[in-house]
């Protein structure tokens, strides 16, 4: 079974600073993970994708992740906030290879809050 | 952005009464998902499909059924809707093909609130 843990409901960063989301994971076989962002009213979007293939990850708007087996831990970093960064953020794992459901565990999320 | 539209975008209904959500894609994709958010859980799956007329439940189904009678769209139906279902639903879809990572695009979601 897998399973996602995000620690930190909300997290507020003051703008200029870095941003850290809190991923761990549980899981059977190999994972693939993946962190969503969403804007107030809006759906999902990806962020970033870790797929086996390295272990740092960048994403769209300076985000990055880093996967750490020896952790279980797939944490979100940008080195300085803006003020467009504030927004609602999911980590979600699936099994990765060929097999598989290619069903997704969600984290319960973490609203990021950037003061001025 | 991922070709996903949602219809209707907000709705208001009464316990008891049927209800059906559409989630219409233009990607030609297999696999289409419905999630539903509450504050506290994140995102939880309620049904997904790997193509026409193949649908299975996911961790929260009691409620809700789904049909797909064509790879485009994929419906929900509340057929009677209960306070608990207030919530917002989410459409998903994804392709895995070799080397992919099945990555899922959503589409905007549907406010729906059972008075």
């Known amino acids: 079974a897998q399973s996602v843990t995000q620690l930190g409901s909300h997290v507020s960063v003051s703008e200029g600073a870095l941003v850290l989301l809190r991923c761990n994971y549980s899981?059977?076989?190999?994972?693939?993970l993946f962190w969503y962002v969403q804007y107030p009213n809006q759906g999902l979007q990806l962020l970033l994708k870790?797929?086996?293939?390295?272990?740092l990850v960048k994403g769209i708007n300076g985000f990055e992740a880093e996967f750490k087996k020896s952790e279980t831990s797939f944490h979100l970093t940008k080195p300085s906030a803006h003020m467009s960064d504030a927004a609602e953020y999911f980590c979600?794992?699936?099994?990765?290879?060929?097999?598989?459901?290619?069903?997704?565990?969600f984290g319960t999320g973490t609203r990021l809050k950037v003061l001025a | 952005d991922a070709g996903i539209t949602q219809s209707p975008r907000h709705k208001v209904t009464e316990t008891g009464t049927p209800v059906t959500l559409r989630c219409h894609q233009t990607?030609?994709?297999?696999?289409m998902y419905w999630y539903r958010q509450d504050p506290g859980h994140g995102l939880r799956l309620i049904h997904y499909?790997?193509?026409?007329?193949?649908?299975d439940k996911g961790e929260v189904s009691d409620g809700y059924s789904v049909s797909r009678s064509k790879t485009e769209d994929f419906l929900l139906t509340l057929e009677s809707a209960t306070s608990s279902q207030t919530s917002v639903y989410f459409c998903?879809?994804?392709?895995?093909?070799?080397?992919?990572?099945?990555?899922?695009?959503f589409g905007p979601g549907t406010r729906l609130t059972v008075l």
């Open positions: 870790y797929t086996s293939a390295a272990t």
């Open positions: 979600a794992v699936t099994p990765g290879g060929t097999s598989g459901t290619y069903k997704y565990i």
């Open positions: 899981s059977s076989v190999p994972p693939y």
């Open positions: 998903a879809i994804s392709e895995r093909t070799g080397g992919s990572t099945d990555t899922q695009y």
């Open positions: 990607e030609n994709h297999r696999y």
């Open positions: 499909s790997y193509g026409v007329k193949d649908t």
